[in-house]
């Protein structure tokens, strides 16, 4: 019976039910990605890319001509010249790989156990990220979208984890040669994402280094510094890229003064976080007061003011972009800080022993699940539909190919939703078959032409 009870134990450890719940996040993500098909940019970068090894020239051209994102968009036209089940994998990884970091960054101490409420956090991190985070398609299941934002997030807080470990472990050792120079490349890399976001994370870093310079009193290594330096030139390298201004000429705000793009985008921003995350907002506000109430200037407060600093900071810079100050993905990078932020102080109080903090969390959970199981429960069945709906016309697809059709003709969708959760083509193929969109799916096909009826 004793052997019997240990087993038991061993086997429903909060280690397994961890990864249990990372595990069915998986699969849900893994599902969602194979009912969404190419669409928009997936199918130009994969025409625009002549093959796998011409993959950093033609990252070179755009990089002169169009954008910055050059870290990004090698990764994008790899997975555009594959075939799309490849990428469900890997997208539904990162998806999950963003969870686990997320809850690392919950740990402060080494009694911290991230693996306690296993269930509760993970829910509570798959609701705030279903409720609060914009364009859920765009960022999470669109691939050309997903890699500039999804796979760009779990690189930069691949960057920010190791200050964040730094600064909790014991470990005074100096950083070994190798370490300053991973730090400087994945520095790099993280700086070479997003304009905004990297911005935000060199900001996060920053506060690590003062926090653990001012608060803790320990030293500066060299892998920090080495981290920082390769932050900032791969922000640099993004942000001059000659492809930016030529970009840019594209929006109207472009022509605006400094002044006059702050006093254009300042309603429209504080609009979409008053309509979309105004909820998210008071109870992260209310958690971080309440712990600087109750425990004073301590790591977790610290560490979950900066990430709210760093998340209000990311959107904001949005006042003096040319484009993307409307609620979309650009608010992608800020609202993941600030959702940390909350969990980080959510996390916490949850464990102690306070009756005030078990009602509070309670109070605060509660109402956020409550609003996430309408939500979901109520998606699910757009989802479906829209699935089938693109499944009929990607069936209508693959007949006329096979019977020889070089100018297809097809019908138009059947079921059209607008939702954040479904991810659809209905954009791509149009009645015009000479459009730019209909000749880059013709192209992708191997056709002459395509369009709908």
Known sequence: ???????????????????????????????????TPLMYDDYSYSVKTQSFFSIFKDEYHQYMTWTGRSV?????RFFAKLPKPFFNVYNAAMFTILFYQMLLLTKMKKIDDINHLAFFKVLT??????????????????MAGSVNYLTAMVIMLSF??????????????????????????????????????????LVIVCGYVLIALLFQKRKIQL?????????????????????????????????????GKILDALPIIS???KDHISMLLFFTIVLIGYLYWSEGTT??????LLFFIGGILTVGVLLISPAGIVWSRSYFGGIVFILISFYITLFHLVTRAKETDKLLTAIVSGYILTFFLFSFTGELSNIYKNHLAINRQTEEIKMKIKAGEKDLVIEPLKYKVESNYVASDENDISPDKDSGRNKNVATYLGVRSIRIK
């Not at 929006?251 to 003064?257: A, C, G, Q, T, V």
């Open 1 to 35: 019976m004793k052997v019997v009870r240990n087993l038991t134990k061993k086997v429903f450890s909060p280690k397994v039910k961890l990864f249990f719940c990372l595990g069915c996040v998986f699969l849900f993500m893994l599902l969602m990605n194979r009912y």
């Open 72 to 76: 990004v968009h090698v990764i994008l």
């Open 125 to 142: 991190i798959f609701a705030t990220i279903w409720l609060f985070i914009p364009t859920f398609s765009d960022v999470f299941l669109w």
């Open 160 to 201: 920010i984890l190791g200050y964040h470990h730094y600064m909790f472990s014991k470990n005074k050792k100096r950083g070994t040669p190798t370490k300053v120079i991973g730090f400087f490349l994945l520095g790099l890399l993280a700086g070479w994402c997003n304009e905004n976001t990297s911005g935000g994370t």
């Open 223 to 259: 892998w920090m510094i080495s981290g920082i330096l390769g932050n900032v030139i791969g922000l640099t390298f993004m942000v001059i890229a000659p492809g930016n201004d030529i970009r840019a000429t594209y929006f109207d705000r472009n022509n605006l003064s400094f002044l």
């Open 271 to 273: 609009g979409g976080l």
């Open 299 to 304: 790591p977790q407060f610290m560490i979950s």
